[in-house]
């Protein structure tokens, strides 16, 4: 591919492309500034590249996603979650022994130090599991102060992965009052995570193995996905070398957001109020396409997906499947059908390609599940944190990555002088 040339006020200037494995096409402007005084402006970042990078690759067009070359539908018909969460963030599929030592270090990491418990303590019963996980996940850098130590990097990769769902499901049995379950080592990370949840002392628990697939399955859906704004998060807030704990958890507080992995939660909340409307579907559809309603139809659209995203499709079936093994009866599925029916029949939804995301269905699963709703995006945030954290690696390796410090178009007042309070 060669250079690509901007004519700027009569003046060309040649600037050069890069070009990905996928044939993706990029132009290298960093330099432009610097010649023309011009930067370009993408508010959203719609059309901007932050980086290049070999995790990830989606194709919104096809609606194709594959980590590390891996099409989603093989990994999530056969492959565990901490095999993906090894694929991630090291690069390859884990042989036998790799992988067994990865699951033990998920184990042998798990319980949190027993001083946290008392964080736990100071918040309210009604706090919000995503504040108290991203809360957690800052706290974590002060009983593991060397984190930004590059020999600690791969403990610390453990102890975050296998701590979240700890603190997770510890979030859960606060919010309900019952005492805190700890982990054990003979569990698998999805067993233990369920057990955490699920157990209370007085009983015995079994973890139901349909449940422990459904949750192993969403937690590989939800794994990585390129530059999405909590990634973006993640990178920007490394990009200044700050330790991985604490990058990790601005990008919690980005994904909690309701138009990003925060949408989950709504989702349900919507298809409720749906329904407690008489199931009036287009009633809704017109709602949405009307822009000074401010009402959105939630787990629809997509910033990269202009086709069905892939993960939506997966779970669209899988809902069927784990609702029928688990004997639940949800009317939601049926809701949810009903509307997504109506609204890609609606021109205005077929011309903007507004599809299912990944959030229209996987609220269905997790409450089915026994997930409560409040938990849906702390979820999502589970299956998130290996690609957070290989996104953060890959850039703190790059020898090329600067801190992130995007330009602007000032647009305020022009230089005037300080009036005294007196004379205003
Ligand atoms: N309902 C109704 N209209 C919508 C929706 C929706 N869910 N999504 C997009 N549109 C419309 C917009 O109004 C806009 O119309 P216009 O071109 O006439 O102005 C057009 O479709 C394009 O939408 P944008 O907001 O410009 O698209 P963008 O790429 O910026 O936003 C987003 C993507 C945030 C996901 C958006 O589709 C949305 O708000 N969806 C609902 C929230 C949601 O489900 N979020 C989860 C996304 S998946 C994830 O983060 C894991």
Excluded at 96 to 105: A, P
Aim: with cysteine; hydrophobic share 40%.
């Amino acid at each position: 591919m060669g250079n690509a040339k901007i004519l700027l006020d009569e003046k060309e200037y040649e600037l050069p492309t890069v070009v990905g494995s996928e044939d993706e096409v990029g132009i290298d402007i960093s330099k432009f500034r610097a010649q023309s005084r011009a930067i370009t402006l993408d508010s959203g970042y719609g059309n901007t590249g932050s980086c290049q990078s070999a995790i990830t690759f989606i194709n919104g067009e096809k609606g194709i996603l594959r980590y590390r070359g891996y099409p989603i539908e093989q990994l999530a018909k056969q492959a565990s979650f901490s095999e993906v969460c090894y694929l991630l963030i090291y690069g390859e599929l884990p042989g036998g022994q790799q992988l067994e030592e990865f699951n033990r270090g998920l184990t042998y990491h798990s319980m949190l130090h027993e001083d946290m418990k008392k964080l736990f303590e100071g918040y309210p019963p009604t706090a919000h599991p995503m504040a108290i996980l991203s809360s957690m996940v800052t706290s974590l850098a002060t009983y593991y102060p060397h984190a930004h130590l590059e020999d600690r990097l791969d403990v610390n990769i453990m102890r975050l992965i296998a701590k979240a769902p700890t603190i997770a499901a510890l979030s859960y049995k606060k919010a309900i009052g019952q005492p805190f379950i700890y982990p054990r080592n003979d569990m698998s990370y999805t067993e233990n995570f369920l057990h955490m949840m699920f157990a209370v002392p007085a009983e015995p628990y079994t973890v139901n193995p349909v449940v422990e697939r459904a949750l192993n399955l969403l937690l590989i859906l939800h794994a990585d996905h390129e530059q999405n704004c909590s990634t973006s998060t993640v990178r920007m807030v490394g990009s200044s070398h700050a330790n991985l704990y604490v990058s990790i958890a601005a990008g919690i507080s980005a994904l909690w957001g309701p138009l990003h992995g925060g949408a989950n939660q709504k989702v349900i909340e919507m298809l409720k109020m749906i329904h407690a409307d008489g199931d009036n579907y287009q009633k809704y559809v017109d709602k949405a396409k009307d822009k000074s309603s401010g009402f959105r139809l939630m787990g629809f659209g997509h910033r990269v997906y202009k086709n069905f995203d892939p993960r939506a499709r997966i779970l669209k079936e899988a809902a069927d499947a784990v609702l029928d093994q688990l004997g639940v009866d949800e009317p939601l599925l049926e809701i949810a059908r009903n509307l997504e029916k109506v609204a890609l029949e609606d021109e205005f939804f077929i011309e903007r390609r507004l599809y299912p995301n990944v959030d229209f269905y996987s609220g269905i699963i997790y409450s089915a599940m026994g997930i409560p709703t409040k938990m849906f995006t702390v979820m999502f945030a589970l299956g998130r944190l290996p690609g957070w954290i290989s996104q953060w690696k890959e850039m703190r390796e790059d020898p090329k990555t600067k801190i992130n410090r995007p330009r602007q178009i000032y647009t305020g007042a022009t230089e005037r002088a300080y009036v005294s309070i007196d004379d205003r």
